[in-house]
């Protein structure tokens, strides 16, 4: 923050982090998760960074947002108190799926809990969701 505080923690320990584009924001975000939300955040930036060369990144609505080109996203997270919850815009397109449901019909959602990290079946829906149109957002 330009006066040197810290990020105002919002519901669910989401960080508050101004919009921007690029992996500095997204690197601010993450660097304010809260507790045992943070290493998540590292690691789901590490893998996909990993899985998807050049990715690009931004911040919007005080979350990470991943895409192939900027300005059409595949996946984000965002911190909630009990989980830190990772959405596949065109989840209803990754095979298996991801297991939580949304009101969309083809988003859909990762929960990733105290003590879990994104593993290999979480690799392979980034590479799915990298290959399929972002939405534009």
Not at 12 to 34: H, W
Not at 50 to 65: D, L, S
Not at 95 to 120: M, N
Request: with cysteine; proline share 9%; aromatic share 12%.
């Amino acid at each position: 923050m330009s006066d040197g505080s810290e990020p105002k923690l919002l519901s669910g320990g989401n960080p508050q982090i101004a919009k921007g584009e690029g992996d500095a924001p997204v690197q601010a975000y993450i660097a304010a998760m809260p507790g045992w939300k943070k290493p998540i955040g590292e690691a789901l930036d590490a893998m996909i960074v990993a899985e998807v060369p050049g990715v690009e990144k931004a911040i919007k609505w005080n979350t990470p947002f991943y895409g192939v080109e900027q300005g059409c996203w595949f996946t984000s997270f965002h911190c909630f108190d009990r989980y830190v919850k990772v959405t596949f815009f065109r989840g209803g397109s990754l095979d298996p799926k991801p297991p939580e449901k949304s009101k969309y019909p083809e988003v859909r959602y990762f929960h990733l809990h105290e003590g879990e990290l994104p593993d290999d079946r979480f690799a392979d829906w980034i590479r799915q969701a990298a290959a399929l149109p972002g939405e534009k957002l």
